[in-house]
Structure formats: structure tokens, C-alpha cells
């Protein structure tokens, strides 16, 4: 079972290039997630997708955006990246209806900006 | 003020003994807490819920107390394995968004 699966794992940028996270989950889920995680932090929201079709902001959504694809994929970009944005980055899942609060996270992505 | 705050530890346990550790939210109309565990450079995995006043499973006992505003996590007989960050998670608002505290280190030793 693969899960919610991320890519690239690991990433180099330059500051003021631009990239996509891609995520997708076979879980049928309807509510999708980004997080960034850095030390101390914890884990902080991004962007969420309740449903396909939709995305709202979340704790921390500048200097990215989103786009659900579909059901399955959730993609979050950054147009044009900063030193702050280097982090690790997790893509979730989950199905409220079945289980509040289990989240299902994929493996991260590793993001330097220099 | 983080809405969720926990001790960075690290908390070092012998094999075998008992560990316990707190976390403190701010948000008093949560309704739902989680224990996540989160192995190094790992993804966080989801260890228990907690709904009203605990919750138990085998060697985890969770513990919620409102008055006071924190939820407690106990490790019974700690082994090795059990060695991992683990993250206290509140539910943020009605929708069910989550907010995580920054986790709390426990190293088991031989």
C-alpha cells in the first residue's frame, strides 16, 4: 500500500527559483494537507483541501500556492523561493468521517534554498 | 504564545522504567487531542486519541485534564523502540484543522 507519496524527496534551490511539491494518496481520502516542519516549530499548515475543489489557507501560506488536481493529488509550489522557506515538507491525508484527527502523512521533502 | 506547548526534553529513560510528560493548550474550546509519534527524519504517525478524559493502549496511557488545560502521555516498561519524538495535537477549530506542539524527545537507553 503506497500511501500518500511525495516528490521529490530532496530538492536544491537558487533564491527566486520556483518548484512543485507533488503528492498524491490511493486512500480515496477527501481532505488533503501541506505542512512545513522546522526545528522547534512544529508542524505548521500551510494550505488544505477539504474536498476536491476546493483549498484554503492555512497557518502559514505566503510565498506559496496550491492547486488539487484531482481526488487524489494536491500539489503545492513555490514560485519564487526564499532562504525561509527551506524546510522539510509534508503532504497528509485524511477522512474525517472515519477517524478525526488521523492524519496520514507521506515520507517529506527535503527543501534547501541558498 | 503557541496554542500547544510541549517540553523539548530530551527525556532520558532506562529500559524498562516509566516516563511520563506533559502538554499545555491555550485553546480551551478544543475538544480532541492526539499523541503523534514522529521517528527521526521520519513522518509523524498517529499513537493514540484522546476524547474526554484519557485514553489507554497497552503500554500508553494519555490522560486530559481541562481544568488545567494539559494532556499527559505515560510510557509503561519502556523499550528501545519507543525512542522517538512525540507530538501533542490539538484540534484548532470546528472544521477540524489540528495544531501540532513541537514534540517531545524520548531516548530509551540500554
Known amino acids: 500500500n503506497a500511501g500518500v507519496t511525495q516528490t521529490p524527496k530532496f530538492q536544491v534551490l537558487k533564491t527566486g527559483q520556483s518548484m512543485t511539491l507533488q503528492c498524491a494518496q490511493d486512500?480515496?481520502?477527501?481532505?488533503m494537507y501541506w505542512y512545513r516542519q522546522d526545528p522547534g516549530m512544529g508542524l505548521r499548515l500551510i494550505y488544505y483541501?477539504?474536498?476536491?475543489?476546493?483549498?484554503d489557507k492555512g497557518e502559514v501560506p505566503n510565498g506559496y500556492n496550491v492547486s488539487r488536481l484531482n481526488k487524489r493529488e494536491f500539489s503545492l509550489r513555490l514560485e519564487s523561493a526564499a532562504p525561509s522557506q527551506t524546510s522539510v515538507y509534508f503532504c497528509?491525508?485524511?477522512?474525517?468521517?472515519?477517524?478525526?484527527?488521523?492524519?496520514?502523512f507521506g515520507e517529506g521533502s527535503r527543501l534547501t534554498v541558498l | 504564545r503557541k496554542e500547544v506547548e510541549q517540553d523539548p526534553g530530551p527525556f532520558n529513560v532506562p529500559e524498562g522504567a516509566t516516563v511520563a510528560f506533559n502538554c499545555t493548550y491555550s485553546?480551551?474550546?478544543?475538544?480532541?487531542f492526539f499523541w503523534y509519534r514522529q521517528d527521526c527524519r521520519k513522518e509523524p504517525k498517529l499513537l493514540m486519541s484522546?476524547?474526554?478524559s484519557g485514553n489507554e493502549d497497552g503500554r500508553f496511557t494519555a490522560q486530559l485534564n481541562r481544568a488545567s488545560q494539559y494532556i499527559s502521555l505515560l510510557i509503561r516498561d519502556s523499550k528501545l523502540s519507543d525512542s522517538a519524538t512525540y507530538l501533542c495535537?490539538?484540534?484548532?477549530?470546528?472544521?477540524?484543522?489540528?495544531?501540532f506542539g513541537a514534540g517531545t524527545q524520548v531516548v530509551v537507553t540500554p
Open positions: 497528509a491525508s485524511s477522512d474525517r468521517v472515519i477517524m478525526a484527527g488521523e492524519l496520514f
Open positions: 483541501s477539504a474536498s476536491e475543489g476546493t483549498t
Open positions: 495535537v490539538g484540534e484548532a477549530d470546528s472544521w477540524g484543522k489540528l495544531q
Open positions: 485553546n480551551s474550546a478544543s475538544q480532541s
Open positions: 484522546v476524547y474526554s
Open positions: 486512500m480515496n481520502h477527501n481532505s
